[in-house]
């Protein structure tokens, strides 16, 4: 594993650890660690930037993802809904309506805080069968809202570092949606496409998963089944596309000191024996080193 500061403008292999589905990585900047899950095995994991050491958690159902709360703690995105967790070792308790309860197929997937403090979560139709999953807010008292529905996968969501843009896709449609924010109502307006991604699998292709803003307005985002992760101009235009050596990319987030450092998380879900023997490091976190900072994780108010 390489110390932040030596890492490169090339991906390299920061983290072996493996994972079925790693997900939502997060830079904690007052502890100085990296938190992230495996949403296949209910885990949350964090890796402590001073000892190195890596510690691990589980659940009793999927904890997909996650933010850290201004009084401490965490607000988690969970099978049925969202749910408070007090400290690392607690019990998480439900908090605001539980939307996915009565949906066996489905639950949360993605979510971002955006800079009031509000949780923006969206869900997922696990056996893709009808256009459902939706975008929800949840705000500091529990208040869950649809925002938007007729989704299969509501995945990358984002917001520019002044809260006036939002961004996520439907991974299925390979399209990436941008809309215009009221950061004081807490509403979005004009979805409007950032940027339609070729359809397929292989280098070059695949379909977007996680991503993040960086400070300039640029969006970044990790390409499931496309062996890279790739930065859009606010303009939606592609200006860099990084190669990794791993098939299922599954989030960019950027942390470190300096939010500098770019981290990868990846899957081995769904590969075969014969593919993974072949990517050694899928389920790792990679990590890179960027010229811009990315936009910093916010606390959820509640």
């Known amino acids: 594993m ?50 190195g050491a890596i510690d691990h958690r589980g659940f009793d159902t999927p904890v997909a993802c996650f933010a850290f709360r201004k009084t401490g703690g965490f607000i988690l995105g969970m099978k049925d809904g969202c749910a408070l967790l007090d400290t690392w070792d607690g ?7 539980q939307p996915l309860a009565e949906k066996p197929r489905h639950r949360m997937n993605d979510g971002r805080t955006d800079p009031a403090g509000r949780f923006w979560v969206g869900s997922l139709n696990g056996a893709k069968d009808v256009e459902d999953a939706t975008l929800y807010r949840i705000g500091a008292d529990g208040d869950l809202r649809a925002i938007e529905s007729g989704m299969t996968t509501c995945n990358g969501a984002a917001f520019s570092i002044d809260g006036r843009r939002f961004a996520h896709s439907d991974t299925p449609s390979h399209r990436v949606r941008l809309y215009d924010c009221d950061p004081a109502a ?29 400070e300039e307005g640029c969006y970044w985002v990790a390409l ?22 791993i098939q299922r990319p599954t989030m960019i987030a950027f942390g470190g000191p300096d939010r500098r450092t770019a981290f990868v998380t990846t899957a081995t879900t769904g590969l075969d024996e014969a593919t993974l023997a072949a990517q050694p490091h899928a389920g790792a976190i990679f990590a890179l080193r960027v010229e811009v900072p990315g936009v910093p994780e916010h606390d959820f108010a509640g």
């Not at 807490?186 to 960086?214: A, K, M, W, Y």
């Not at 062996?227 to 860099?240: C, D, F, N, T, Y």
């Open 2 to 51: 390489p110390a932040l500061d030596q890492l490169t403008a090339e991906p390299a292999l920061f983290l072996d650890t493996r994972c079925s589905l790693g997900e939502s990585p997060r830079w904690h900047d007052r502890e100085q660690r990296l938190y992230w899950v495996d949403i296949d095995r209910n885990m949350m994991l964090r890796w402590d930037a001073a000892s």
């Open 91 to 97: 019990k998480p308790t439900p908090f605001g309506a």
């Open 186 to 214: 807490g509403t979005i307006s004009n979805n409007r496409t950032f940027h339609q991604f070729e359809r397929g699998v292989g280098p070059g292709l695949g379909r977007p998963d996680g991503g993040s803003f960086d």
């Open 224 to 245: 499931f089944d496309g062996w890279r992760i790739v930065r859009l101009s606010p303009a939606g235009e592609l200006l860099a596309d990084i190669r990794l050596p």
